[in-house]
């Protein structure tokens, strides 16, 4: 399988394309809510309860609660009747991998083929009545746990689709869907012949089809595709248990949809696996330090991996679990609030860069379903940026006379502002958190980059103020390292100033430090036997140096 495409790389992907068989992006997890908008207020709650039954006279907790009880019946009669498997999901079971389980195996399969229950956390109402007559309707604070049912559905056009609704009123929902199970499914009725492991496309025959149907779940063509699938289900398998076809007619009971969680991810297919590992190891080795990240997660399995060639059919499936992994699996995660991006191994050869909103009031934008193609559009962004700021710390250079300058006074405007000593640890330790706080989305503020100092610092309780981080981003806007984003009071990381900073501090701590920590001096010994790649440039370095200092007639 051959599907390079020349045009519209970003610089990280372009970077390795003589190691890739190729890319393509998709949507990956979406998490729709659907909610009732009378039933989400006290006062919308009786107008509804008063068109459902004609009056306020039974409008009171007991008979809220018999709606989650006349469900319960409904629903395992049903799933009795029609052979359905029915489960209560222990605590901390993983759900959809018990109905993984249940998948039909017929291809043609359409409709509910597995009910899961568990115990959590939702909006339910409580009614409170008076001796005056009046009625006071919230909702309970806290949360009280309450039975869910998840109803897991085969779709023809969206694959394994999943709504999990509360039995009790307003009846909330979500459903969730999966980019790359459409994408699977669009693709075989167009004839487009492809391998998908797991969650992910590892061969395609028709590179360019595939990728025209996975940019259409980013369109706003999408929107109208992910309605219809969620109201051709959650009225005829879910809400019918609540409440019968009549009664939503009567109370004219409708949901409403908003995005709540969406995925979006690059996905680069490596030639062989092997290359793939080195890679991804030398990328994690070179950025983790520098964007300040504290740990990363290595699920450990066999570390060789095959090379098939011409034998798609011989491939095994790949499975990567916690519990048991065929391959080593490392997660480069970074986390900003309720926005996270990551990049991990997916399967034999598959390179996944991840853009996640685990809630999309984080992207600053409506969540309303209609607003889709603009979250998929800041997910892209997020992507993007996370893979500049890679391909800058990867592939980092100093331009002639950098060094030079960076000390020498400055103009920011018509005021003039000091240099920039790298000889000093605060100055250093503000480079440092720049670095860190680069993936920022949305940028950052003057306190965020104070804050960041003290951590790195390792004492949250020194004299670095916003104070100090103002002065300080102020020298390195002079510079062109820093920009201040427009109408806002927060910054950003420049290309070219990200390159800067980084090629300093990874020549210092990297290079200046061990050779002068050597003195010049070749170490004798016996060599270890086990010595890494690294260690022997080191090695050829300080030889060639110790050669040099000879020369300079500076070696003791």
């Not at 018999?66 to 759900?95: D, G, Q, T, V, Y």
Request: glycine fraction near 6%; charge should be positive; proline fraction near 4%.
């Amino acid at each position: 399988m051959t599907f390079k495409q020349k045009n519209n790389h970003d610089s990280f992907t372009q970077h390795y394309m003589q190691h890739l068989d190729g890319t393509y992006d998709c949507v990956d997890r979406i998490v729709v809510n659907a909610y009732f908008i009378l039933g989400q207020t006290g006062g919308g709650f009786r107008t509804w309860w008063r068109r459902l039954t004609g009056g306020d006279e039974h409008l009171d907790n007991t008979h809220l609660m018999r709606f989650a009880a006349r469900f319960s019946r409904r629903i395992h009669a049903s799933a009795k009747k029609n052979n359905i498997p029915l489960i209560h999901c222990k605590p901390n079971e993983r759900k959809h991998e018990i109905a993984q389980q249940y998948v039909p195996k017929d291809p043609l399969f359409k409709g509910v083929f597995c009910i899961l229950v568990n115990r959590a956390p939702a909006s339910v109402m409580e009614v409170k009545r008076f001796d005056n007559g009046n009625i006071d309707i919230r909702k309970k604070h806290p949360y009280p746990y309450v039975n869910h049912y998840s109803f897991h559905i085969m779709d023809p056009d969206w694959g394994h689709v999943t709504i999990r609704l509360c039995p009790h009123p307003p009846f909330n929902a979500q459903i969730i869907l999966n980019g790359h199970e459409y994408v699977a499914r669009q693709a075989t009725k167009m004839g487009i012949d492809f391998v998908k492991e797991d969650n992910c496309f590892t061969q395609i025959s028709d590179a360019a089809g595939l990728a025209r149907i996975a940019d259409t779940m980013r369109a706003e063509s999408s929107v109208g595709r992910m309605v219809q699938v969620c109201r051709r289900w959650i009225y005829s398998a879910c809400l019918c248990f609540a409440l019968t076809r009549d009664e939503q007619i009567k109370s004219d009971f409708g949901y409403f949809f908003s995005v709540y969680q969406a995925e979006y991810s690059r996905n680069l297919i490596f030639t062989r696996g092997r290359t793939m590992d080195q890679l991804f190891d030398s990328i994690i080795d070179r950025t983790r330090a520098a964007l300040n990240l504290k740990t990363i997660k290595t699920i450990f399995g066999y570390k060789k991996r095959p090379f098939y060639k011409g034998r798609p059919g011989k491939r095994p499936r790949i499975e990567v679990v916690v519990e048991r992994p065929v391959y080593d699996l490392t997660i480069f995660k970074i986390h900003f609030g309720k926005l996270t991006v990551k990049i991990y191994s997916k399967g034999e050869r598959v390179l996944r860069i991840e853009a996640i909103a685990h809630n999309t009031k984080a992207l600053r934008c409506r969540r309303k379903i209609d607003k889709f193609a603009e979250i998929t559009d800041a997910l892209k962004a997020i992507v993007q940026r996370f893979v500049g700021v890679l391909n800058c710390i990867d592939a980092c250079f100093i331009d002639d006379q950098t060094l030079d300058t960076w000390p020498l006074a400055s103009k920011l405007g018509a005021a003039r502002v000091a240099g920039i000593d790298v000889n000093k640890a605060r100055i250093r330790t503000v480079m440092q958190a720049v670095m860190a706080l680069s993936l920022k989305p949305n940028g950052f503020s003057a306190s965020q980059l104070a804050e960041k100092v003290r951590q790195i610092m390792g004492d949250l309780d020194i004299a670095y103020q916003t104070r100090q981080a103002s002065y300080d981003l102020r020298k390195f806007r002079a510079k062109a390292l820093v920009q201040k984003i427009k109408n806002s009071r927060r910054y950003e990381v420049t290309e070219k100033g990200l390159r800067q900073i980084i090629a300093f501090l990874v020549l210092r701590e990297k290079v200046l430090i061990p050779l002068l920590a050597a003195g010049g001096k070749r170490k004798t010994g016996p060599k270890p036997k086990n010595r890494s790649q690294i260690d022997i440039h080191y090695d050829n370095i300080q030889i060639e140096m110790q050669y040099v200092f000879d020369e300079l007639k500076l070696a003791a």
